[in-house]
């Protein structure tokens, strides 16, 4: 059987270090049929290349899996290109020590595989579900045979794309073994961060968001897990890793809804101590019996993918709720007492000065003062996204690389300075709005203290609080409101 060095490239510490659930989820299903698999972790490395070369001396693999994660940080204002580091840093330290097949995948990949392999100069990317794709490549490196026919496996040879086929996704989720982090992952610098384990409950999405890859990554259709596994899993994960703090990361929770509460339902039957959060709760799909399951299960926090404050721009968006839906699953999280970190995206094409400021009162009106609001600046377009065929058809050279390095949407009606004003001078009145290029800035230093001080105090909070608790002081001092007034001064001098 192989020997198979799995690598973990991700160091994007926002809004906390992610445990690198897919990377877990490949060494199980190497690890089903028999292969030795290591997983190296750079999470957190100060130096990658000497770590990538101590791990080729004491483990001699056959084949190098890469996990790539993010493009870059996934916003249209101050974006930061993240693949040239990953480049450096990972792929060429690899590239230099190892003579074997080296083979990328993650979901960065099932965005822009073909691009990166380009920009990387190697011959393999998994295009969709690497428990199938690389083990099936793994498979035939180890007993002789092409993999050149290989569904799901991207090819380049010579400078060219010589195999481009469509992503490969398992139908039967419930046949792929699962996942144990704490297995392969050194778990105790995540639990300084209080990085929660990741679950998947489902993949796939059968919504036409016109910003969103999910589609292309997991594709259009729900691939659904047995409830009963995941409770299963989850049992096991946290028993295992003593972490109770548990993120769904489906591309929407409670979509389809009856799944949902039948994974609810099983999560209660167990009374398992968990904090549960949920990244992607759709607005229209939120009724009283789903989060009275929610509350009941142990849900501490949501992540309600709100986007906007005005139907307008929801329209735009090619949402499927209004903001009556948004109000009401705003009101019931309340009525449970279950905190909402309301996502928004100010800047689609179709925004006005008057949309920005509808969407600004709609959602502060709607969110409690204890509740993060998280303005994104703009819509960075991505390969495959309705939005950014779009943009290609109004001017074909908008992109060089089919969008792999950034290319961000500019509205019809205003800049995106101007919107960025209007949010940050909204940031002054309400110290729960959390702009995520600047704020995302913070010290790691800072967040391991701010975590630090909520796991002891009140350790059922979502570590965001602190963050709004540090705001509030500086505006109850004063200190917002001189920054502020240096804000102000530096915009007037900018305008003459």
Known sequence: MADVLLVNSNRLHQPWPVIPIGLCCVASALEEVGHTVRVLDLCFSDNCGRDIAGALVDFTPDVIGISVRNIDNATAWNTQFLLDKVNRRVIQPCKEQFDGPIVIGGPAVGVSGTEMLALFDIEYAVRGD?????????????????????????????????????????????????????????????????????????????????????????????????????????????????IDHVEFVDSTFNIPLPHAKMLLRELIARNLPLRLHTMGLNPSAVDEELVDLMARAGFTQVDLGAEAGCDAILRDLAKNFTTKDIVRAGRLLHDRKIPINWFLIAGSPAETRATVEETLDTITAAASPWDLINVGIGIRAYKGAPIAEQLQREDPACTQDAFMRPVRVEPRAIDLDTIKTIVKIASYRHPNIFMYDEDMKMSRTLVRIGTWLLTVFSPRQPVWRWYILFRKIRKATGMAFLARKRFERRLRAHEK
Do not use: M, W
């Not at 690389?134 to 180890?142: A, C, D, P, Y």
């Not at 380049?156 to 992952?185: A, C, M, Q, W």
């Not at 047995?226 to 299963?232: G, I, L, M, N």
């Open 130 to 242: 690497g428990e199938a794709v690389f083990v099936e490549f793994v498979e035939r490196i180890e007993q002789g045979r092409s993999p050149d026919d290989l569904p799901g496996l991207i090819i380049r040879r010579n400078g060219e794309i010589v195999h481009d086929p469509s992503p490969y996704f398992v139908e039967d989720l419930n046949r792929l073994p699962l996942t144990k982090s704490y297995k392969y992952v050194d778990l105790r610098p995540y639990r300084r961060y209080d990085s929660p384990l990741q679950i998947q409950t489902k993949r796939g999405c059968a919504l036409k968001c016109s910003y969103c890859t999910y589609n292309r990554i997991e594709g259009c259709t729900y691939r659904l897990r047995d409830p009963r596994r995941v409770a299963e899993e989850i049992e096991e994960l946290v028993r295992e890793s003593g």
